[in-house]
């Protein structure tokens, strides 16, 4: 669990005070030091202050912080960190420095009593917050993790990075809340208790979402009635190094549809997802770059309490000028009159009667790309002026509201909502796209060149791990929703579910299910099913151990678990093998696969007789087992296709074999994955390693030739042969989950224990040395060149004092190194050639002392242009 600094909760008060609506002006706030000045302005009563805190989902390629307050992303979460550095709001991929969020914030409104109420979790333009933790243990984040491999490993997990939390919107204290400027009253609670639980895996398919699951729960005297729920969003997308300028294009819309995979017997599914996107993508000079954002970010929603209820989205544009904050609305009829906004703008909503018209009212935006077109005959409001048409319509600061309800709560009752906060990658396809075919008043052209597939199939897949299609969790008999695939002739034969196929060619028909349980088939007696929150996944990654020396190091791991895991769907061990990656960098793009190990097994074909068509027959079969089958001599690869098929001579059916993977499978090869005890046995239950482990499963990889002067990240991953049961390939673990970085120097057990020297390099240290060219300095390109250098000090004990000396004898920098522990980087440091007074430092010769329980060993370091 990570807390909000004193300072940055000083400075979002006084944001809330003074009413800050400039949005440059309230980040730089953010991130500036708490003055005297502020802690004097506001004096709320004394009582425990709420325990606010964030965590980072980061087990994905999208890194996410959640906040225990109502709001996502860090664009209220001012100190947030990950692993030292400041936390990405939503950074897609992970550890490419392209932001898709600056934040998001959840607002519920309804009617108690005769009173409308909105409780948010932030305004977003005037600094009001109503969502807040209980002060201490009760209000922290539990952090859980499916992982045995992680710390935070706990049996009851449901994803591999839980973050639970409760908030509530009971704190009434102006000094925290705010006061609503267009109310002009302090917050009226619903009295609502929210918990949420977010959930994140690294598996292939479901890498690219978090899914928010909410208990939301009436914790007052009296009935709610007409609640709606909505997520408010301000996403601004750019590249880090674009942050002062890159939120100004973003561009929104929703999307209900996508193309459904050719097996289902439809042709769209309906997956309403509401998206925001950097306008063209930021191409340079013509063509993609790093820091190009052509990804796509948004919501699913998932589950809301029924199936009947209003969803709705909106998007604005704010602005000081209300002339210019703008966002469509709807006419008005005489059934639905208009209603006009106090402050006679028609974007941002202020205070919580027309928060509350935001949330309920009926009504979806156009996408703003369509701005400038007129659509007055769907029943909207003319566009606005031609020139800020077209401006609002080539891209803006822009947020969207995307909600649903109404449902009532009565006094201690609970509803669930779940939702999906997802990514989709290559969303704009073409580099030239927006300058060569964007016409803000035709913009259907540029329009159909974006590429909605990653994004809709990783919003069904957040669906499907909700709720598994084809699995009847509740057992009462029915698995969800589904369409008739009939196979006649060579031909596929469609028909909806609640349309039996024709007796003649039934046998030839299967269900093909398409939702899971709890969207109950129109024709069954189903109730409606529970959620699953589970999807197939590959064997647990082991736990990495790295065994430096110079130029070179060893990957050791212990594969008891992975290969001993039974799979979810299956219910049968489904381990193949073993890949062991590198990289340079911390992207997932950056790993390079170094060797590989999988059994020696085989898929299994067989023919079917009714409908002449070749099947996959259940699991794969080792070649011990065929052998066993079909006797010591067999050999598969004689029998590999449909034309050198093999007749069975205990069933007679017609069977060809495929190598399931590249059946790499000695373990004796030095050179290769081998085992660390080749003569260890599985059965002996009492030959372990010291961490318990039996040491039959202990393997081991070398690389060699390595760069003493670079970090490296090493990976073992885990793959299984797939899962027929739904239909997916192999699955492999990322190579994120279990990464560990060090340097292939020796370790500092053994500079301790051979008194090896210091060594620091580059010595010389070329100001124009290239070294962030080569690689060697600010890979990620987010720091000035000045903040960047890097001066490696290395062979290390655990623990010591680094000190830089002038000749004369002033103290440059003081560098406390403590590692205790040791462990990867023990025995490295690095000086980022910036004084004790944070001044990048000048030409010269220096003196280096390094202080240990080895003693004391002094050098001269040069810095030169």
Not at 247 to 252: F, I, M, P, Q
């Amino acid at each position: 669990m990570h807390r909000l600094s004193s300072s940055a909760i000083i400075i979002s008060l006084l944001i809330m005070v003074s009413g800050i609506t400039d949005r440059i002006s309230a980040r730089a706030l953010l991130d500036q030091p708490a003055s005297p000045i502020g802690a004097t302005l506001l004096k709320p009563t004394a009582f425990d202050p709420p325990n606010n805190a964030w965590e980072v989902h980061h087990i994905g390629r999208i890194g996410l912080t959640v906040t225990n307050y109502g709001t996502i992303g860090t664009g209220y979460a001012g100190s947030a960190l990950l692993d030292g550095e400041r936390a990405p709001s939503c950074e897609y991929p992970l550890y490419s420095d392209l932001n898709y969020l600056f934040a998001g914030c959840f607002w519920i409104g309804a009617i108690v009593g005769r009173d409308t109420l909105v409780s948010i979790g932030a305004d977003g333009w005037s600094g009001t917050t109503e969502l807040f933790p209980e002060a201490g243990e009760a209000g922290a984040f539990i952090v859980r993790s499916s992982l045995k491999s992680k710390s935070t490993y706990d049996p009851e997990a449901i994803s591999e990075e839980d973050f639970i939390c409760t908030y509530t919107d009971t704190f009434t204290d102006r000094g925290l809340t705010g006061i609503d400027g267009m109310d002009n009253r302090g917050h009226v609670p619903l009295n609502l208790s929210i918990q949420q639980n977010t959930y994140a895996w690294s598996y292939e398919y479901a890498e690219d979402f978090i899914l928010f699951d909410y208990q939301i729960s009436n914790i007052g005297p009296f009935p709610i009635r007409e609640l709606y729920v909505g997520v408010y969003v301000d996403a601004d997308v750019y590249h880090q190094s674009f942050s002062a300028t890159g939120y100004a294009d973003d561009v929104c819309g929703f999307r209900r549809t996508v193309p459904m995979p050719d097996d289902f017997c439809m042709d769209e599914d309906t997956v309403n997802l509401a998206y925001i996107v950097d306008n063209d993508g930021d191409p340079v000079d013509g063509n993609w770059s790093f820091t190009s954002p052509v990804a796509a970010t948004g919501i699913r929603v998932v589950r809301t309490p029924n199936d009947s209820l209003i969803s709705n989205f909106n998007w604005w544009i704010s602005n000081g000028d209300a002339a210019k904050d703008f966002g469509p609305r709807k006419q008005g009829l005489d059934e639905d009159p208009f209603y006009p906004f106090p402050l006679g703008n028609l974007g941002t909503p202020t205070g919580d009667k027309v928060k509350y018209y935001i949330l309920s009212h009926p009504e979806f935006d156009y996408d703003q790309y369509y701005t400038a077109v007129s659509h007055t005959d769907q029943g909207y409001l003319p566009p606005p002026t031609a020139t800020m048409a077209l401006d609002f319509a080539n891209g803006y600061d822009t947020r969207y509201l995307l909600s649903f309800g109404p449902f009532d709560i009565p006094p201690d009752s609970t509803v669930p909502i779940t939702l999906a906060y997802l990514a989709g990658d290559n969303f704009h396809t073409t580099p030239t796209a927006f300058a060569d075919l964007y016409d803000p008043n035709n913009p259907d052209v540029f329009y159909n060149t974006l590429n909605f597939d990653d994004f809709g199939t990783n919003g069904r897949w957040a669906s499907w791990i909700f709720d598994n299609p084809g699995v009847d969790t509740d057992g009462d008999g029915d698995s969800g929703r589904y369409n008739w695939s009939c196979q006649v002739d060579g031909d596929i034969i469609c028909f909806p579910e609640c349309e039996t196929p024709p007796e003649d060619i039934f046998s030839l028909c299967e269900k093909i299910y398409y939702r899971g349980d709890f969207s109950t088939s129109a024709c069954s007696e189903g109730t409606g099913g529970e959620p699953d929150f589970v999807g197939a996944s590959p064997p647990p990654p082991p736990e990495v151990r790295l065994i430096p020396d110079y130029g070179k190091m060893t990957v050791r791991w212990n594969g008891q678990e992975a290969e001993n895991t039974i799979d979810v769907f299956s219910r049968q061990k489904d381990f193949e093998g073993y890949k062991v990656y590198y990289a340079e960098g911390d992207r997932l793009s950056d790993y390079v696969f170094l060797a590989g190990y999988d059994l020696n097994d085989f898929r299994v074909f067989q023919f079917n007789d009714v409908l002449l068509t070749w099947e996959r027959a259940g699991l794969p079969l080792t070649l011990d087992s065929l052998q066993t089958l079909y006797g010591a001599t067999f050999d598969p690869a004689h029998y590999d296709g449909p034309y050198r098929d093999f007749t069975d001579p205990h069933t007679g059916h017609r069977l060809y074999f495929t190598p399931q993977d590249w059946n790499v499978s000695d373990l004796t090869d030095q050179m290769n994955i081998h085992k660390m005890y080749p003569d260890a046995s599985k059965e002996d239950s009492t030959d372990t390693t010291d961490e318990g482990w039996l040491r039959y499963y202990e393997y081991e990889y070398s690389v060699d030739n390595l760069q003493p002067s670079k970090p490296y990240n090493f990976a073992v991953t885990a793959f299984d042969f797939g899962s027929l049961k739904v239909e997916l390939g192999a699955l492999e673990s990322s190579p994120l989950v279990n990464a560990v970085k060090d340097y292939p120097l020796p370790t500092a057990d053994i500079v301790e224990r051979d008194g090896l020297g210091v060594i620091v390099f580059p010595n010389p240290y070329r100001i124009d040395g290239g070294y962030a060219e080569a690689g060697y300095e600010n890979r990620d390109r987010t720091k000035s060149a000045v903040r960047s250098r890097t001066i490696h000090f290395a062979n290390l004990p655990r623990v010591c004092t680094i000190r830089i000396y002038t000749l004369n004898g002033d103290l440059v920098r003081e560098i406390d190194h403590f590692r205790p522990e040791g462990g990867p980087e023990s025995q490295h440091e690095i000086w980022d050639v910036i004084s004790r007074n944070t001044q990048a430092v000048v030409t010269g010769i220096y003196l280096w002392h390094v202080q240990s329980d080895m003693g004391e060993q002094v050098g001269k370091l040069v810095i030169m242009k």
